[in-house]
């Protein structure tokens, strides 16, 4: 995969900081490293992070019902606009326990697979997809644990802009994957509804 045919320009990439790790890094996130800055942080390869936005997207497009979720603030945008594009289920703010298991709760939901940002955040999420078996997509920075997690996207799930270009890149090829759009150019969603300022 060269450059010219990653999902986004480089640059964009690069503007948004997805490339931006933390200081600390498990031994799993390791190979998604690239190098470590003279002040310690770590920086992904950008071209391994598009390569996994391009197989979560491929991966997420088979399911019916997504569902998007995530305590962080900064990411409440994000899944709106995600959820509108692919027909997700988002649930932004805390996260009720029972949501998953319990079948009694009002807000009990069945999906197919979960999408999360942060599994250190939003580990509520995770622990009620792995009681009903259901595969999860997370967004992983340098720091965080991979337990629990079938498909890592590494990438700064901390800054807003960082969180809202890979929703949108994801919105857009499950778009192209399901049949729903032709072209890049068909999906006319803007960075900015999805909280990229």
Not at 101 to 122: A, Q, W
Not at 170 to 183: F, H, P, T, V
């Amino acid at each position: 995969m060269t450059e010219e045919n990653m999902l986004v320009e480089k640059t964009e990439y690069l503007t948004a900081g997805v490339h931006i790790g933390m200081k600390t890094c498990t031994p799993f996130m390791k190979k998604f490293v690239y190098k470590i800055r003279e002040d310690g942080m770590a920086v992904f390869n950008l071209k391994m992070v598009d390569e996994r936005i391009g197989k979560a997207s491929d991966f997420l497009s088979g399911f019916d019902k997504i569902l998007v979720a995530s305590r962080k603030n900064n990411a409440s945008e994000a899944l709106r606009e995600f959820s509108k594009h692919t027909g997700a289920n988002s649930m932004g703010g805390r996260f009720s326990p029972g949501t998953l298991t319990n079948p009694s709760y009002k807000d009990f939901y069945e999906p197919d697979v979960v999408l999360v940002v942060d599994p250190l955040v939003d580990e509520q999420v995770i622990k009620e997809a792995k009681k009903k078996r259901l595969p999860i997509v997370a967004l992983c920075d340098t720091f965080n644990s991979v337990k629990n997690i079938d498909l890592v996207i590494p990438c700064n799930n901390n800054g807003k802009k960082s969180i809202a270009l890979v929703f949108w890149i994801l919105a857009r090829e499950i778009m192209k994957k399901r049949g729903k759009i032709k072209k890049d150019s068909d999906f006319k969603a803007e960075l900015k509804e999805f909280g990229y300022e």
